[in-house]
């Protein structure tokens, strides 16, 4: 099924002209921690982007990091697109990550004296009053001390298993008059909070707020762990462990064995261990043996441990120290037509931003279908949703009152593979036909296709997404929600649904473009178009936004449409493997990230056809697909042209001009693969910040006519 192009273009003769997958990541986790030091974010969001990074670290480790090592264990000679072995990668990768933990442990001090200065108080145990102790001894011996479990390491006591990003406090100490050491270790229940807070004694309250962490409440009582023994030392460790999962084609039910699968990734082996600094060598040796990893795979850290968790520290009221709320709107032509999703779109296709724009209008799209008798069929696919998902609420209704319901969920789909098995059953259980797609490929596309009875004939509408049918992540995840019921896309649509269900391959597609049956081809000969209409001297431009740039093919394209002098601004959020700006290679080439408020998602990709950018002339597309090898060869996934009017013109003139535009989230990737942050002032433009305060072209309704172009001063801002 895999699309390979044929196509070869000159830019292959040149060495060195990849950037390294891996590393490109890392300056992205980069970006991120960069966020934590911007001062233009209030207090607690950069303390949030800090927990971020950790989190993306743990996740790039769990599966980037093993799959290497797992290429190194196995004796690969496979090499990258820029012509390192695993084990050359890997050692520039743990390079890298040492820097990082040490800039995230510095970021952390920083953020922590900020904190102090604005009431929030990280407390040491010097910090301690006597009445602060008295008051944590009780709140050990009631809520913590019966949920500890320590374990004194010897033969009849052998080391515990510790779970995936568990936290543990390791002990050497004697007991009694006894000189020989002993070693203890007591993992921490992983439902513990890591912040305690401590009642407020002052007399005239305040809003000041002290915490203590969980390991220096274990320290202080810890001879209720240990009674009657001397303790000589004690530190802190955290593992990772590798969280990959490998599919067999031969699973007869995919069900069970993922079932199974997920619990065998939870004793995945140990890759990684971070140990509080300075731990005694005989402690750290110990744990090497116990754990069975090399020396290389662990990383002393002076500071915090698991800086994950201080997400916590985010819920804390303090609206004072966060982002300012925002509107989030509801498209106004579906309130034109009373709420009613079917008529709005039959009267002009709608695109939604979100989550500048609600994500309850895919709700209500799919909760009318469920309660409409005259929807006949839903057809939906699902790759992550919420633990409380209403999408899933909608679908289960649906099929309970008798409407065929169709759902193919995904259950490869990263750490949400129990989640997804929860959902098929509950939606088979309400008498949903579910399905799971290809053993060997990932369902990532985001479809709805609504079919229902209306004047005596059947009519389609359908719902195609840049991002995942999650009511959480839509509220920080730019994406785009497109609406139509144009009767090509939807036939289209019936095709692929059948495709997924049927393994029937699409024929003859009008509209959509779905990957891997021809989608990097489609990609690479509109990139070829431009290079033909460059060289017959017409305008020639690519503007293209997604998360990741990662194809060889695509990019050789690239470099051979930069040669033949085409116009390409990239706006790619994380890893980008193309070098832009390379004398007699991609000097026509600019990327840039942006990195912000929100999480760039939006998959969106223009060309000029023959005429400049932004042009109402221009071919534009939207797509759940990156460029990259695994979604163009092993995700099933779609490309929607866009070319109702409207929607065009907000999504070129608006959605990705404001992105060209942004200078205050910027980051512009250099030759050398380093990223430059664009300098900027309050008074730059900000794309986020465009779009939380102007309405959208599309969803506009009835207030479209009484308003003037959205996008007239924005696009006098691109001309500057």
């Not at 993306?56 to 599966?63: K, P, W």
């Not at 662990?298 to 994950?308: E, F, H, K």
């Not at 535009?661 to 990737?669: A, F, I, Q, T």
Request: glycine share 4%; aromatic share 8%.
């Amino acid at each position: 099924m895999s699309d390979k192009s044929s196509k070869k273009h000159s830019a292959l003769q040149q060495p060195g002209r990849f950037i390294n997958r891996e590393l490109s990541w890392l300056a992205f986790n980069e970006r991120v921690l960069e966020e934590a030091a911007n001062k233009r974010n209030p207090l607690l969001e950069r303390v949030h982007f800090l927990s971020i990074s950790a989190m993306n670290l743990d996740e790039f480790t769990m599966v980037r990091v093993a799959g290497l090592m797992d290429h190194i264990r196995l004796d690969s000679h496979l090499v990258s697109d820029d012509g390192l072995t695993p084990g050359q990668q890997l050692e520039r990768i743990n390079e890298r990550i040492r820097i990082i933990v040490s800039q995230q442990q510095k970021a952390w001090s920083r953020l922590r004296a900020e904190l102090k200065d604005n009431g929030v108080h990280i407390l040491e145990r010097s910090d301690l009053s006597k009445a602060d102790i008295s008051w944590l001894e009780t709140y050990f011996s009631e809520n913590i001390y019966p949920v500890l479990t320590p374990i004194a390491i010897d033969p009849a006591h052998p080391f515990p298993f510790l779970p995936n990003l568990g936290i543990a406090q390791l002990f050497l100490f004697s007991r009694g008059t006894k000189k020989e050491e002993q070693i203890a270790i007591l993992p921490f229940p992983q439902k513990l909070p890591r912040f305690i807070a401590l009642p407020d004694t002052a007399k005239k309250k305040s809003r000041a707020q002290r915490f203590v962490r969980l390991e220096d409440i274990i320290e202080l009582n810890w001879e209720s762990l240990f009674p009657r023994s001397v303790k000589h030392a004690s530190t802190l460790l955290r593992i990772v462990r590798d969280s990959d999962l490998d599919v067999e084609e031969e699973a007869e039910d995919l069900v069970r064995y993922f079932e199974r699968a997920v619990k065998r990734r939870r004793r995945g082996r140990v890759i990684r261990i971070k140990i509080a600094a300075p731990a005694p060598a005989n402690l750290v040796q110990f744990i090497i043996s116990q754990l069975q990893v090399e020396s290389s795979d662990v990383i002393s850290t002076q500071g915090m441990i698991g800086l994950s968790t201080l997400s916590e520290l985010y819920d804390l009221p303090r609206p004072d120290l966060k982002f300012t709320p925002y509107n989030v709107r509801f498209p106004e032509r579906i309130t034109d037509f009373g709420g009613d999703c079917f008529a709005a779109i039959e009267a002009k296709d709608i695109i939604v931003h979100h989550p500048f724009e609600s994500f309850d209008v895919v709700v209500q799209f799919l909760r009318q279908a469920a309660a409409d008798k005259d929807v006949i069929a839903i057809k939906q696919t699902l790759y992550r949703t919420s633990h409380d998902s209403p999408i899933v609420q909608a679908l289960i209704e649906a099929a309970e009152a008798g409407k065929s319901v169709t759902a193919v969920v995904e259950l490869k789909a990263r750490f949400d593979e129990e989640a997804n098995i929860k959902w098929a059953r509950d939606l088979e259980r309400a008498g949903a036909q579910v399905v799971y797609g290809f053993v060997h490929l990932k369902t990532h596309c985001k479809v709805s296709l609504v079919t229902r009875r209306t004047e005596g004939k059947l009519r389609s509408y359908m719902h195609f997404g840049t991002g995942n049918y999650h009511p959480a992540t839509a509220k920080v995840y730019t994406d785009l929600s497109f609406f139509t019921c144009d009767p090509a896309a939807c036939r289209d649509a019936a095709q692929l649904f059948n495709f997924l269900t049927g393994y029937t391959s699409p024929k003859s597609l009008a509209k959509l473009v779905i990957a891997p049956r021809g989608m990097r081809s489609t990609l690479i000969k509109l990139i070829e178009t431009e290079i033909a209409m460059a060289k017959a001297g017409k305008p020639a431009q690519i503007w293209a936004k997604m998360n990741a740039l990662v194809d060889s093919e695509i990019i050789d394209a690239m470099y051979a449409a930069s040669q033949a002098k085409v116009k390409i601004d990239l706006i790619i959020r994380g890893i980008c493997c193309l070098k832009p700006s390379v004398p007699g290679l991609s000097e026509n080439i600019r990327v840039k990230s942006i990195v912000g408020r929100f999480l760039e998602h939006s998959r969106i990709f223009c060309f000029g056809s023959g005429h400049g950018l932004p042009s109402p002339n221009a071919k534009v597309y939207i797509s759940s697909a990156d460029w990259m090898p695994r979604n163009l060869d092993w995700r099933v996934e779609a490309m929607m042209p866009i070319e109702n009017p409207t929607v065009h013109a907000q999504v070129m003139s608006q959605i990705m001009v404001a992105n060209i535009k942004d200078e205050k989230n910027s980051w512009v990737l250099q030759s050398g693969g380093e990223y430059a942050r664009v300098a900027s002032t309050d008074k730059s433009f900000s794309a986020h910040e465009y779009f939380m305060n102007n309405p959208s072209l599309s969803g506009r309704g009835k207030a479209l006519r009484k308003a003037k172009s959205v996008f007239q001063d924005l696009y006098k801002l691109r001309k500057k």
